[in-house]
């Protein structure tokens, strides 16, 4: 039996290396829209954040997002992802 290949992604928020499935990405694409990616397969820049709220609110703080997708990241997004992670909690 061939094992898949574990591809690890880093938090944008806690700067750690985890699995793929693990964490959420956020995508820029062509026409500079930001937009969450639950299935992770959408084209574009990518930025992975942890299934925490406490990793999204050190990811904006720092500015991490901002830079890693080289755009300022609209507070629909943010409240969106928030939204998401606080469901992924329960």
């Known amino acids: 039996m061939v094992k898949k290949k574990l591809h690890l992604r880093t938090c944008m928020g806690c700067m750690t290396a985890k699995p ?5 990405r956020v995508v820029r694409d ?5 937009s969450v ?21 050190k990811a904006v703080k ?4 901002e830079r890693a997708l080289e755009c300022a990241i609209p507070p629909e997004v943010i409240a969106g992802l928030e939204e998401i992670l606080s469901g992924a909690a329960e």
């Open 30 to 34: 062509k026409e500079n829209r930001i």
């Open 62 to 65: 720092a500015k991490r997002l």
């Open 20 to 24: 793929k499935p693990e964490l959420v």
């Open 37 to 57: 990616d639950l299935k992770g397969k959408a084209n574009g820049r990518g930025a992975y954040i942890c299934r925490s709220a406490d990793c999204l609110k």
